[in-house]
Structure formats: structure tokens, C-alpha cells
Antibody, heavy 119, light 109 residues
């Protein structure tokens, strides 16, 4: 059974870069059935899709975040990662990683990790 | 890339049916049959309930159904149960990216 787990710092200073990793178990990041995505949810607010990546390295980003986002994949570790640069308090959110099917549905989600942007 | 429009809240009594709407544009909901719906209980990760407008993943009760007409998609929950009380989000492919609705809080009275 596919499982995903986010990891990374829970506190990031303003203007710095937020970095998170998602580790996949019970499946291969090289599967042709999935893309791998990041989604976030500010406290008390709705969901926002950040972007996704295919194991080959093809990436797709939310146009509103594209200038600050980089998603990468490490097939040797069965992981994919998110980097969000120049963060502000508005980037404080629970960040989720998820498997994304070819019809762009988000099938399996990690439990989420809260990242707070504060000095 | 505006968020899709959902009602902020809906409610219904156990056993009744409720429908949650999700309005977009011809560039997202109206342009593709890649609409999905997610259920989120407080403090939990979202769960996929419907994809491709009206398909249910394995394990999702057939009380949950989806449809689409023009630029508006809908999620219908029939035979409401207490455990259906949650937030529901629609989501649509919009041409190389995905956009969510603002979310709807379902209260089971």
C-alpha cells in the first residue's frame, strides 16, 4: 500500500528558502502511473496546489508560485522534494505531498507537516 | 488562475441528500473532464472521493456521486450519515496545472 511521509524544518525565517522532502513507501517513484505533487493549506483556509513532477523530471507548477518553486526527484532514495524561496508569513501552512494520477487526481496523501514562517 | 467557487456551507439531516456545487470557467471545469472531489475531516489529510467528474475510488461508498454541466461540477451525497460531516473541496485540471475550490463545510444536523 502506497504511503507518503513529509519531512523538513517546521520553522523557516522570512526571506529564506523552505525545503521539504516526501519519502515514498510501498511503491516506486519511477512508476509510470503517477506524478508526485505538493499541496499546501494555510491554517483555517483552503487547499492550494503547488506543483507536481514526473519521475523523468518533467515539472508542472502553479502559475502564481512558479517563480519561487522548484520540485525535484531523487529516484535512488524514492523521494521527491519541494523548495520555495523568499518565503513570507503568507507561506505558513500545512504542506502535503501526494501521488497524482494521470487524470490529475490526488490519490494518496501524506499526513502533512506544518511549516511556520517567522523570525 | 482564480479558485473555483463553492458555497461556504451546506447542511442536511441524516438520511437526506445534499449537493455541493463547484463553478469554474471554460478554462478549467468546463474544458476538461478532470474534476475531483476531496473530503477533509478536522486535523486530517484530504481524501479522494470522486475523480474524472463521476468515478469513485475503491472503498468510497456509492452514496457519493459526481456530475458536471457546463462550467459547474457537483458532488451529491445521499443518505447522509454523521461521519459525512467534513469539509469538501473540488479540484479541476486547468491545462498543465490544477486549481482547487475554496471548500464547503458540510454540517449533518
Amino acid at each position: 500500500q502506497l504511503q507518503l511521509q513529509e519531512s523538513g524544518p517546521g520553522l523557516v525565517k522570512p526571506s529564506e528558502t523552505l525545503s521539504l522532502t516526501c519519502t515514498i513507501s510501498g511503491g516506486s517513484i519511477s512508476s509510470s502511473s503517477y506524478y508526485w505533487g505538493w499541496i499546501r493549506q494555510p491554517p483555517g483556509k483552503g487547499l492550494e496546489w503547488i506543483g507536481s513532477i514526473y519521475y523523468s523530471g518533467s515539472t508542472y507548477y502553479n502559475p502564481s508560485l512558479k517563480s519561487r518553486v522548484t520540485i525535484s526527484v531523487d529516484t535512488s532514495k524514492n523521494q521527491f522534494s519541494l523548495k520555495l524561496s523568499s518565503v513570507t508569513a503568507a507561506d505558513t501552512a500545512v504542506y502535503y505531498c501526494a501521488s497524482q494520477g494521470v487524470e490529475w487526481e490526488l490519490r494518496t496523501w501524506g499526513q502533512g507537516t506544518l511549516v511556520t514562517v517567522s523570525s | 488562475q482564480s479558485a473555483l467557487t463553492q458555497p461556504r456551507s451546506v447542511s442536511g439531516s441524516p438520511g437526506q441528500s445534499v449537493t455541493i456545487s463547484c463553478t469554474g470557467t471554460s478554462s478549467d471545469v468546463g474544458g476538461y473532464n478532470y474534476v475531483s472531489w476531496y473530503q477533509q475531516h478536522p486535523g486530517k489529510a484530504p481524501k479522494l472521493m470522486i475523480y474524472d467528474v463521476n468515478k469513485r475510488p475503491s472503498g468510497v461508498p456509492d452514496r457519493f456521486s459526481g456530475s458536471k454541466s457546463g462550467n459547474t461540477a457537483s458532488l451529491t451525497i445521499s443518505g447522509l450519515q454523521a461521519e459525512d460531516e467534513a469539509d469538501y473541496y473540488c479540484c479541476s485540471y486547468a491545462g498543465s496545472y490544477t486549481v482547487f475550490g475554496g471548500g464547503t463545510k458540510l454540517t449533518v444536523l
